[in-house]
Protein backbone atom coordinates (compact mmCIF):
# COMPACT_ATOMS: atom_id res chain seq x y z
CA UNK A 1 0.00 0.00 0.00
CA UNK A 2 0.91 3.57 -0.58
CA UNK A 3 2.94 5.39 2.19
CA UNK A 4 1.67 9.46 2.89
CA UNK A 5 3.60 12.19 3.77
CA UNK A 6 1.86 14.90 4.49
CA UNK A 7 3.97 18.76 4.81
CA UNK A 8 3.03 22.61 4.72
CA UNK A 9 1.60 23.03 8.11
CA UNK A 10 2.18 25.96 10.67
CA UNK A 11 1.38 29.00 12.17
CA UNK A 12 -0.73 31.43 10.81
CA UNK A 13 -2.68 34.94 11.49
CA UNK A 14 -6.32 35.10 11.27
CA UNK A 15 -6.76 35.75 7.19
CA UNK A 16 -3.23 34.34 6.00
CA UNK A 17 -2.69 31.32 3.70
CA UNK A 18 -1.12 28.48 3.73
CA UNK A 19 -0.25 24.94 0.95
CA UNK A 20 -0.38 21.37 2.32
CA UNK A 21 1.33 19.19 0.24
CA UNK A 22 0.99 15.52 0.45
CA UNK A 23 3.17 13.06 -1.35
CA UNK A 24 1.94 9.37 -2.34
CA UNK A 25 5.03 6.92 -2.04
CA UNK A 26 4.91 3.39 -3.26
CA UNK A 27 2.16 3.58 -5.79
CA UNK A 28 1.26 5.33 -8.62
CA UNK A 29 -1.01 8.21 -7.86
CA UNK A 30 -2.54 8.94 -11.11
CA UNK A 31 -5.49 6.23 -10.86
CA UNK A 32 -6.69 7.58 -7.69
CA UNK A 33 -8.75 10.04 -6.52
CA UNK A 34 -7.89 11.94 -2.99
CA UNK A 35 -8.73 13.87 -0.37
CA UNK A 36 -7.65 16.17 2.99
CA UNK A 37 -9.44 15.66 6.35
CA UNK A 38 -8.86 17.50 9.33
CA UNK A 39 -9.02 16.73 12.93
CA UNK A 40 -9.81 19.48 15.40
CA UNK A 41 -7.86 18.65 19.21
CA UNK A 42 -11.31 17.03 20.71
CA UNK A 43 -13.00 16.04 17.79
CA UNK A 44 -13.74 13.52 14.76
CA UNK A 45 -12.09 13.46 12.12
CA UNK A 46 -13.91 15.55 8.73
CA UNK A 47 -13.60 15.81 5.17
CA UNK A 48 -12.63 18.80 3.60
CA UNK A 49 -12.12 18.36 0.39
CA UNK A 50 -11.47 15.75 -2.44
CA UNK A 51 -10.37 15.43 -5.92
CA UNK A 52 -10.88 12.19 -8.83
CA UNK A 53 -8.73 11.29 -11.31
CA UNK A 54 -9.76 13.55 -13.60
CA UNK A 55 -9.00 16.72 -11.48
CA UNK A 56 -12.86 17.27 -10.58
CA UNK A 57 -12.86 18.95 -7.11
CA UNK A 58 -15.82 18.45 -4.09
CA UNK A 59 -15.47 20.72 -0.81
CA UNK A 60 -17.15 21.25 2.50
CA UNK A 61 -19.75 24.26 2.77
CA UNK A 62 -17.02 25.38 5.50
CA UNK A 63 -14.08 25.79 3.31
CA UNK A 64 -15.78 26.19 -0.31
CA UNK A 65 -14.30 29.20 -1.77
CA UNK A 66 -11.19 29.83 0.66
CA UNK A 67 -9.73 26.23 0.23
CA UNK A 68 -8.39 24.22 -3.21
CA UNK A 69 -7.63 21.17 -4.03
CA UNK A 70 -5.01 20.22 -6.69
CA UNK A 71 -2.63 17.19 -7.73
CA UNK A 72 0.56 16.81 -10.11
CA UNK A 73 -0.06 13.17 -11.16
CA UNK A 74 4.05 13.40 -12.18
CA UNK A 75 4.94 14.59 -9.30
CA UNK A 76 2.73 12.10 -6.95
CA UNK A 77 1.41 15.04 -5.12
CA UNK A 78 -1.77 16.54 -3.92
CA UNK A 79 -2.20 19.91 -2.43
CA UNK A 80 -4.34 22.17 -0.62
CA UNK A 81 -4.35 25.85 -1.27
CA UNK A 82 -5.62 27.65 2.02
CA UNK A 83 -6.54 31.04 1.94
CA UNK A 84 -8.68 33.86 3.84
CA UNK A 85 -8.15 31.35 6.95
CA UNK A 86 -9.95 31.47 10.27
CA UNK A 87 -9.15 30.30 13.66
CA UNK A 88 -12.49 27.55 13.33
CA UNK A 89 -9.47 26.03 10.43
CA UNK A 90 -6.71 24.83 13.79
CA UNK A 91 -7.00 21.57 12.98
CA UNK A 92 -4.43 18.38 12.53
CA UNK A 93 -4.69 17.87 8.69
CA UNK A 94 -4.71 14.70 6.99
CA UNK A 95 -4.17 13.36 3.36
CA UNK A 96 -5.24 10.10 1.78
CA UNK A 97 -5.80 8.25 -1.33
CA UNK A 98 -8.75 6.66 -2.10
CA UNK A 99 -11.62 6.04 -4.62
CA UNK A 100 -14.90 7.09 -5.66
CA UNK A 101 -17.65 4.59 -6.11
CA UNK A 102 -20.78 6.68 -7.34
CA UNK A 103 -20.23 10.53 -5.86
CA UNK A 104 -18.80 8.84 -2.05
CA UNK A 105 -15.64 9.15 -1.27
CA UNK A 106 -13.83 5.92 0.38
CA UNK A 107 -10.45 6.54 1.84
CA UNK A 108 -7.81 3.71 2.13
CA UNK A 109 -6.53 2.59 5.39
CA UNK A 110 -3.20 4.55 5.18
CA UNK A 111 -3.03 7.19 6.56
CA UNK A 112 -0.06 9.92 6.73
CA UNK A 113 1.23 11.41 9.89
CA UNK A 114 -0.60 15.00 9.77
CA UNK A 115 0.45 18.44 9.44
CA UNK A 116 -0.90 20.84 12.38
CA UNK A 117 -2.37 24.17 11.10
CA UNK A 118 -3.02 26.76 13.43
CA UNK A 119 -4.66 30.04 12.86
CA UNK A 120 -4.01 32.83 15.28
CA UNK A 121 -6.89 35.52 15.82
Known amino acids: QEQLVESGGGLVQVGGSLTLACEVR????????AGWYRQPQGKQRELVAT???????NYADSVKGRFTISRDNAKNTVYLQMNSLKPEDTAVYYC???????????????WGQGTQVTVSS
Open 96 to 110: SAGTFIGANYYPNSR
Open 51 to 57: INRGGGT
Open 26 to 33: GRDFTPLA
